[in-house]
């Protein structure tokens, strides 16, 4: 069974950095494209940054040029750097794979709270 563990959240004041970890185990991880989502109060899900498995990345728009997506198969983690971050940032992130195949078993997420 795959279980994603995310972490390194917190409150930061805007302007500030964080830098997010998401460990997978259970799963052959250097094949799976993976991505960051996140999920504010009220919103849906929405994929923030993803990285293939190739090392290739993707950004929307609303954060690119902040964030940097890594990951490092020998850790079976994916990274996800934050910097310049602003209130609009604010929401629970996961990690989950992002291919056609249905996605892992959502992890519990991590808390990221700007504030202004």
């Known amino acids: 069974q795959v279980r994603l563990v995310e972490s390194g959240g917190g409150l930061v004041q805007a302007g500030g950095s964080l830098r997010l970890s998401c460990a997978a185990s259970g799963t052959i991880f250097s094949i799976n494209a993976m991505a960051w989502y996140r999920q504010a109060p009220g919103k849906r899900r929405e994929l923030v940054a993803r990285?293939?498995?190739?090392?290739?990345?993707n950004y929307v728009d609303s954060v690119k040029g902040r964030f940097t997506i890594s990951r490092d198969n020998a850790k079976n983690t994916v990274y996800l750097q934050m910097n310049s971050l602003k209130p609009e940032d604010t929401a629970v992130y996961y990690c989950?794979?992002?291919?056609?195949?249905?996605?892992?078993?959502w992890g519990q997420g991590t808390q990221v709270t700007v504030s202004s």
């Open positions: 989950n794979r992002d291919t056609i195949l249905p996605p892992y078993d």
């Open positions: 990285i293939a498995s190739g090392g290739s990345t």
